[in-house]
């Protein structure tokens, strides 16, 4: 039977200075305290000890100021779902080490939530130790290119994310999901299509080892030349993801399976990375200048931008456009 947290913690929301770049917003847990099942011996993993957890969380910058401004918990860390998340792995199973449950809990964060960085200490209050008065733990500092070698969410979707509504929701060319598991760990109910089978198996194994259930996944071949309206109905979705994909036929499909407001989330090569960096290396994978918005004609632009960003699969600096858009919500009709 699954252990409830014994106390409140406590809260503060603070900026960390990054050496490296500019300063991140922060969010501190601290006392965050349950009931597990941590010892070396069977023995002692038979009895429930008390636990706390403290955490640091850092975020990418303003996310704090955006949120304060507008009241949207959506657009931060909420802080009672990690509480929340980080009581259900403690008291899930019982662990033969601190260590191993502190990293479980490392990796569920940057997996579930659009933090960059986290400090952790994890401890016991009560140790089974004679001469031990105080608390006995380990302190993990991660940040997330360190902490796994799976690869981060997009960058463009952990900044708006908030804006997708809920619903059915499309990740069109998945590939492993970094993109599909971030947002299924947020709730939202998503549809992974892609003509890779050995990458769909890795992501259902992935999604098998979190615990995912609102996630499935089809294997389609996106470029058979077949018509694919069966497979993406009419307005079936209420948000359609591409990431670092470009198959332009696809677009009258994928705009009349969008519901009535419903959002396109698009992200990929611009030609000018083509000829910087000679990637991708056949330039019609890459979109000419404002060619997104054309081939998008017809969606209200919610965000547009060109130019040099951090995020790609393959790390370093790239040149994209991006693009947030929704399609026109159906108008009523006339009273008479």
């Known amino acids: 039977m699954k252990a409830s947290p014994r106390s409140a913690f406590s809260l503060t929301l603070a900026k960390s200075i990054n050496e490296n770049g500019p300063m991140a917003d922060r969010i501190i847990i601290e006392r ?30 303003d996310t704090m100021t955006e949120a304060a401004a507008t009241g949207d918990i959506a657009r931060t860390v909420d802080y009672a779902q990690v509480a929340e998340r980080v009581v259900d792995i403690g008291t899930g199973q019982a662990y033969s080490l601190l260590e191993t449950l502190a990293e479980r809990l490392a990796a569920m964060i940057f997996a579930e939530f659009a933090v960059s960085a986290l400090s952790l200490w994890l401890r016991k209050t009560a140790p089974p130790l004679k001469h031990v008065s105080g608390s006995v733990g380990v302190r993990l500092e991660r940040t997330r290119s360190t902490a796994t070698d799976e690869p981060s969410p997009a960058q463009f979707l952990q900044e708006h994310w908030h804006r997708l ?42 999604a098998r080892e979190r615990r995912i259930e609102n996630l499935t996944l089809r294997h389609v071949d996106l470029e058979s030349g077949r018509d694919l309206s069966s497979d993406f109905p009419i307005e079936r979705y209420d948000a359609i993801l591409v990431f670092f994909y470009l198959h332009r036929p696809l677009f009258p499909t994928l705009l009349q399976a969008l519901k009535p407001g419903g959002v396109l989330m698009y992200e990929t090569f611009l030609i000018d990375n083509h000829l910087r960096h000679n990637h991708p290396r056949r330039r019609e994978f890459c979109l000419a200048h404002n060619e997104l918005l054309h081939l998008t004609e017809g969606l209200r632009v919610l965000h547009y931008d060109e130019g040099a960003h951090t995020d790609s699969p393959g790390g370093g600096p790239s040149f994209t456009a991006r693009l947030l858009a929704e399609k026109e919500k159906a108008q009523g009709l006339p009273h008479g």
Not at 42 to 53: D, G, L
């Open 32 to 61: 965050l305290e349950f009931l597990g099942h941590c010892g070396v011996t069977h023995e002692e993993r038979q009895i429930p000890q008390p636990i706390v957890v403290d955490l640091a969380l850092d975020y990418p910058p």
């Open 165 to 206: 509504p809920k619903g059915h929701l499309l990740d069109l060319a998945t590939g492993r999901g970094r993109n599909a598991l971030f947002l299924a760990a947020k709730g939202y109910a998503i549809e992974g299509v892609d003509r890779d089978e050995q990458a769909l198996a890795s992501l259902t194994e992935a």
